[in-house]
């Protein structure tokens, strides 16, 4: 199994950016696609971005296309997600999480990191 830990949260201004980080350790990094979610207070989570095994293709949920970039460094088992142009409704807890068979919304995720705080204030 692959263990995920997430940094990189904060507060931040709207019109901002952030860089989260995903770090994976114990299986090879290359063996997964990577996807981040996020979870805002009383909503469920969500879908926001997903990138392929060796990085070569992405997705990315319609409210953040455009501002948010998602990518992956195998040979430093860390995924990214740059995120500009940042907005309120952006605030929530983002999270990382491994697939072996797709980066798409829809796909298995079975490892999961903790999460990191973002707050986007106005």
């Known amino acids: 199994q692959v263990q995920l830990v997430e940094s990189g949260g904060g507060s931040v201004q709207a019109g901002d950016s952030l860089r989260l980080s995903c770090v994976g350790s114990g299986r090879t990094f290359s063996d997964y696609c990577i996807g981040w979610f996020r979870q805002a207070p009383g909503k469920e989570r969500e879908f926001v971005a997903g990138v392929s095994w060796t990085a070569g293709r992405t997705n990315y949920a319609d409210s953040v296309k455009g501002r948010f970039t998602i990518s992956k460094n195998n040979a430093e088992s860390t995924a990214y997600l740059q995120m500009n142009s940042m907005k309120p409704e952006d605030t929530a807890v983002y999270s990382c999480?491994?697939?072996?068979?797709?980066?798409?919304?829809?796909?298995?995720?079975?490892?999961w990191g903790r999460g990191t705080q973002v707050t986007v204030s106005s």
């Open positions: 999480a491994a697939s072996a068979l797709n980066f798409t919304a829809e796909a298995q995720y079975d490892y």
